[in-house]
Structures are given as C-alpha cells and as structure tokens.
C-alpha cells in the first residue's frame, strides 16, 4: 500500500524558513519521480518543485525559484523542500506527489499546513 505522509509545517513570520519532509512507503521510492504540490484557500493546486529518480534534474514554480530547494535522499525513502525567505503568498497546504514520469503523479500525500504570517 502506497504511503507518502507529511510533515514540517507550521507558523512561520514572513522571512523565516521551515523543511518539509514526506516519508514514503509501498513503492520502489529511488524509482519514482517525486515534487511538491501546494493548494491555498479558494486557489486551485499548484504545482511547486520536481525532482528526478537518481536526483540529476529538479525543477520549481517561478513563484519559488531561488528561494525553495528540493531534494531527495533515496536511502530514507524521503523527499525534501527547504523553504526560506518565506512570503504570506506561500501560505497553503503543501502535498507530496509521487509518479513514474516528469510530470504529476497518481499518489499524493495527505498535506501538511504552512502559514506564514506575523
């Protein structure tokens, strides 16, 4: 049974930065194309970052580029996504996506919460 849970989130004043994980299970994690999603109240969701099987390509929304990093640690079957200089902008629910290709997946995560606020 395919599990991707995460965790991470939280408060955070514009500014601040916090790490999302997603630990995943039932699946050959190291083959799977990983990327994070996110979905703000009355917006539809969005896509953030992307990263390869072996780690080589990642890709980001423009909205994150420069200010998000995605990574992957095959070992622990965990995706990553450091998120500094944090925006009000980037409050939403962020869910991890698991698929075989570049492009969205079919598992998804059941979201994690982050609000940026003061």
């Known amino acids: 049974q395919v599990q991707l849970v995460e965790s991470g989130g939280g408060l955070v004043r514009p500014g601040g930065s916090l790490r999302l994980s997603c630990a995943a299970s039932?699946?050959?994690?190291?083959?799977?194309?990983m990327s994070w999603y996110r979905q703000a109240p009355g917006k539809e969701r969005e896509f953030v970052a992307r990263?390869?099987?072996?780690?080589?390509?990642?890709a980001y929304a423009d909205s994150v580029k420069g200010r998000f990093t995605i990574s992957r640690d095959n070992s622990k079957s965990t995706v990553y996504l450091q998120m500094n200089s944090l925006k009000s902008e980037d409050t939403a629910v962020y869910y991890c996506?698991?698929?075989?290709?570049?492009?969205?997946?079919?598992?998804w995560g059941q979201g994690t919460q982050v609000t940026v606020s003061s």
């Open positions: 039932g699946f050959t994690f190291s083959n799977y194309v």
């Open positions: 990263i390869s099987a072996p780690s080589t390509y990642t």
């Open positions: 996506n698991a698929g075989r290709r570049w492009a969205t997946g079919d598992y």
